[in-house]
């Protein structure tokens, strides 16, 4: 069951462009599927936040009851650890839409969806001041965009709360909060204040990112390529499968990405993790060498299974350029992977053309067979041209409209 904060946002829905909704669309020729219930969806948290327990610190089940006898305020839930024993949920509240503020600050896109879930408005994040405001004053958080297919210029009132820093010291501070979130529709536990998470114990992670390690399944002892590493949330979940045992390369070409990524690894208490900043095509020094067991790519992607979302503007030439860009990280980890060896290939998004059909271009052009998850999970893959029923079986898809969870594509394959 859904949780209450999955409902609609009163008054709100994702704003997508045309090229978005011709892309959505095009998966009701394969299953049934509303754009309309995916735009509702898409712009709440869908009612979940779930942590991931760092087993090499701790037992699920015992930082579990710890937990609830430390936050009794909190609504905490083990129902998906059958598949993924190391997942806890936390229920995610309602909260209140806010009242407009005559001072007002802007933050970007990733930051203004994430004041929704009452999170703070932290300094990355700010694009600027709107008006004049003072320290303790009460302040709206704004986001403004314009949307490309119209001309039409939007502005979201996101969330409200009282500022830690004057408008004139905002652009001074580089870390740390500049507002502390008040008045938002949705309200998560603030986890990262608690001595669980600081020390380590525990790290947030959505439940179908956590679910793509465990298809995965490395063992102790292997030698694990991470490609598209991103900060780290699969490479760290990867390390604790093979009890830190083994070695993992994990690269990405950025560096702030990485950064956040030896943070991570250091408040885990994690060994096996080698960072690499490059680019795929420019560490084949690297992969030439590495010969891994297990590959986990999870590229660049349109990110519309992401929540909550206020709007997609991407345009057709930006799909295509998705796909194509896709398949060459692909191809540019190929010749490292050894025969027999195990890539699983996921993302965050929902459409056909960054899911089955890219992979059924690589199953037909880069000598992969797909080949049965080692967990099951979410719903089968669709049948697209060039996919067997079979292999679309063997894939893993989350639809938010369905589900508590962001959307998300998962494929397990062997090279042959």
């Known amino acids: 069951m859904i949780p209450d904060a999955g409902s609609p946002v009163p008054g709100r829905e994702c704003i997508l462009s045309p090229a978005v909704e011709a892309e959505l669309e095009s998966i009701a020729d394969y299953c049934e599927f509303s754009?309309?219930?995916?735009?509702?969806?898409?712009?709440?948290?869908?009612?979940?936040?779930?942590?991931?327990?760092?087993?090499?610190?701790?037992?699920?089940?015992?930082?579990?009851?710890?937990?609830?006898?430390?936050?009794?305020?909190?609504?905490?839930?083990?129902?998906?650890?059958?598949?993924?024993?190391?997942?806890?949920?936390?229920?995610?509240?309602?909260?209140?839409?806010?009242?407009?503020?005559?001072?007002?600050?802007?933050?970007?896109?990733?930051?203004?969806?994430?004041?929704?879930?009452?999170?703070?408005?932290?300094?990355?994040?700010?694009?600027?001041?709107?008006?004049?405001?003072?320290?303790?004053?009460?302040?709206?958080?704004?986001?403004?965009?314009?949307?490309?297919?119209?001309?039409?210029?939007?502005?979201?009132?996101?969330?409200?709360?009282?500022?830690?820093?004057?408008?004139?010291?905002?652009?001074?501070?580089?870390?740390?909060?500049?507002?502390?979130?008040?008045?938002?529709?949705?309200?998560?536990?603030?986890?990262?204040?608690w001595q669980e998470f600081r020390k380590g114990l525990v790290l947030d992670q959505n439940f179908p990112s956590m679910l793509a390690a465990r298809i995965l399944a490395p063992e102790p002892g292997e030698i694990v390529l991470d490609a598209c590493a991103g900060t780290g949330g699969k490479t760290t979940h990867e390390a604790q499968l093979m009890h830190d045992e083994g070695s993992i390369v994990a690269i990405d070409r950025s560096k702030r990405n990485l950064e956040k990524m030896r943070r991570r690894i250091k408040r885990l208490g994690i060994h096996?993790?080698?960072?690499?900043?490059?680019?795929?095509?420019?560490?084949?020094?690297?992969?030439?060498?590495?010969?891994?067991?297990?590959?986990?790519?999870?590229?660049?992607?349109?990110?519309?299974?992401?929540?909550?979302?206020i709007y997609s503007l991407f345009d057709k030439n930006d799909f295509k350029n998705f796909a194509a860009n896709q398949f060459r990280l692909v191809q540019e980890i190929t010749p490292c992977i050894p025969s027999g060896s195990i890539l699983v290939y996921s993302t965050c998004t929902v459409t056909i053309r960054e899911n089955e059909m890219l992979i059924a271009r690589l199953v037909d052009e880069l000598d992969y067979e797909l080949i049965k998850p080692a967990v099951r999970c979410g719903t089968s893959g669709l049948q697209v041209p060039r996919l067997s029923r079979q292999e679309a079986n063997y894939l893993t898809r989350f639809h938010p409209q369905d589900s508590p969870h962001v959307g998300f594509f998962i494929a397990r394959m062997k090279k042959k």
């Open 35 to 193: 754009v309309e219930k995916f735009k509702q969806s898409i712009v709440t948290p869908g009612g979940l936040f779930f942590l991931r327990v760092n087993t090499l610190k701790v037992d699920p089940g015992v930082i579990f009851q710890s937990m609830r006898e430390a936050h009794p305020d909190v609504k905490f839930n083990r129902e998906w650890s059958t598949h993924v024993p190391e997942a806890i949920a936390m229920t995610v509240e309602k909260g209140e839409m806010p009242t407009p503020q005559p001072k007002m600050v802007e933050a970007d896109k990733h930051a203004a969806e994430s004041v929704m879930l009452a999170a703070p408005l932290y300094a990355p994040g700010v694009r600027s001041p709107v008006n004049s405001f003072s320290k303790g004053d009460t302040v709206s958080i704004i986001h403004r965009c314009k949307t490309p297919w119209n001309g039409k210029s939007r502005e979201f009132l996101m969330a409200n709360g009282v500022a830690v820093h004057g408008s004139g010291r905002v652009h001074l501070v580089s870390r740390g909060t500049i507002i502390n979130t008040l008045q938002s529709p949705f309200i998560t536990p603030k986890f990262q204040t």
């Open 272 to 309: 096996v993790i080698t960072p690499v900043h490059s680019k795929l095509h420019e560490a084949r020094d690297i992969l030439r060498d590495l010969s891994p067991n297990k590959v986990l790519i999870d590229p660049p992607c349109s990110a519309l299974g992401f929540r909550p979302k």
